[in-house]
Every structure is written in structure tokens, then in C-alpha cells.
T-cell receptor, first 113, second 108 residues
Framework: ETGVTQSPTHLIKTRGQQVTLRCSSQ?????VSWYQQALGQGPQFIFQ???????GRGNFPPRFSGLQFPNYSSELNVNALELDDSALYLC????????????FGEGSRLTVL | KNEVEQSPQNLTAQEGEFITINCSYS?????LHWLQQHPGGGIVSLFM???GKKKHGRLIATINIQEKHSSLHITASHPRDSAVYIC??????????FGTGTSLTVIP
């Protein structure tokens, strides 16, 4: 049990729709990062938020956006969904300035039809 | 070329065997993580290293910064160790790069 919770656990969308995924960080953590994991592949880094600002971004287009709230919970928003966006989306929280260890949620599995 | 390369991709071992998984990376890093992923998706952090060696129970992780290489060792492997093991690095530019994972099966 990492203390990081994600919602929803599963969802189905159609191409062109928008989706919002949510992550509640472990208490005391000030950093959250998001990852996309396609079936059979390793995770890909989407972006990281530290104290409500994006401070690192992977090779994902602008239709992937995020927010971090004052309570350090976070959202991942994906606009104009494409079939290739079907994947497991993972968030991880950590304390920047501490050990830096990552604590992962169980993920949200998105299917785009 | 991927920034993080792992080997082997797949590994089958008999219970009790000593296992080594290797990870090489090509970027400057601030930390290297070893992660364990079970079927269904949940990822657990095993180690975070920036230098030297760490041990936790039957698991040992080492890193050689000069050679840009890390190894994860499992001593006295057990069927419950069966999982995908992933090497990930946090670059000095605040990016995360992941290996494709090593799928380990330990047979009783």
C-alpha cells in the first residue's frame, strides 16, 4: 500500500473525446509525475509537477496537460483522444528534497475506441 | 537508441538460483530506480541509487556511475519473485527514462 490512489481504475472513451485522470499523492509528498505504459512496454514519462508547476516533461504533445493542486493531488488531461492513447496511466508521488523514492498508484487503464 | 537498456528481456530460473538483471544508461543521471511490476500493473519501488550498493533482504542493487551501469541481484530466488523488473533513471535534466523491463519467472 503506497498511499497513492488513482481514479478511475478503468475507463473507455471514443476517439476525439477528452479525459481527466486523477491522482492523490501520499501525504507529505510535494512532487507528482505521470507515466503512460502501453501494453507490453515500459512506462514513458509524460511530465512532473513540483509545488503546482510543471518542472519536467517527456516527449508528449501539448494535448497532454496536467495540474497539481495545493494539497498536492494532481490531474492528467488528454484532449482529442487517439487510438494510440490506449494505455495504463500511472502516477507516482515523491518528496523532492528527500529520498526521491517514487510511490506509484495502481494506475488508470484507458481504452480509446 | 533507448536511453536505458536492460538485459535480459526474459529470464526463467529455478527456485533458489542467483539472478542478475543488468541496466545500462546513456544520459547523466541524478538517481537510478529499480522497480517491480506485477501482473495487473501495480509498480513497487525496490531501490533508489545514486552511488554504491544497497541491500534489502534477498535483493541487492549496485551502480557504477563511471560505467553508467547498474545491476539488480536476487539471491535464493523464489516463485513470488516472479514479476517484471524495470530500471528507470532520473536525468540531470529532470526527465525520467525507463527500460523495457525484464520479465522474470521463477519455477518451483
Amino acid at each position: 500500500e503506497t498511499g497513492v490512489t488513482q481514479s478511475p481504475t478503468h475507463l473507455i472513451k471514443t476517439r476525439g473525446q477528452q479525459v481527466t485522470l486523477r491522482c492523490s499523492s501520499q501525504s507529505g509528498h510535494n512532487t507528482v509525475s505521470w507515466y503512460q505504459q502501453a501494453l507490453g512496454q515500459g512506462p514513458q514519462f509524460i511530465f512532473q509537477y513540483y509545488r503546482e508547476e510543471e518542472n519536467g516533461r517527456g516527449n508528449f504533445p501539448p494535448r497532454f496537460s496536467g495540474l497539481q493542486f495545493p494539497n498536492y493531488s494532481s490531474e492528467l488531461n488528454v484532449n482529442a483522444l487517439e487510438l494510440d492513447d490506449s494505455a495504463l496511466y500511472l502516477c507516482a508521488s515523491s518528496f523532492l528534497g528527500g529520498t526521491g523514492e517514487l510511490f506509484f498508484g495502481e494506475g488508470s487503464r484507458l481504452t480509446v475506441l | 537508441k533507448n536511453e536505458v537498456e536492460q538485459s535480459p528481456q526474459n529470464l526463467t530460473a529455478q527456485e533458489g538460483e542467483f539472478i542478475t538483471i543488468n541496466c545500462s544508461y546513456s544520459v547523466g543521471i541524478s538517481a537510478l530506480h529499480w522497480l517491480q511490476q506485477h501482473p495487473g500493473g501495480g509498480i513497487v519501488s525496490l531501490f533508489m541509487l545514486s552511488s554504491g550498493k544497497k541491500k534489502h533482504g534477498r535483493l541487492i542493487a549496485t551502480i557504477n556511475i563511471q560505467e553508467k551501469h547498474s545491476s539488480l541481484h536476487i539471491t535464493a530466488s523464489h516463485p513470488r519473485d516472479s514479476a517484471v523488473y524495470i530500471c528507470a533513471v532520473r536525468s540531470t535534466g529532470n526527465q525520467f527514462y525507463f527500460g523495457t523491463g525484464t520479465s522474470l519467472t521463477v519455477i518451483p
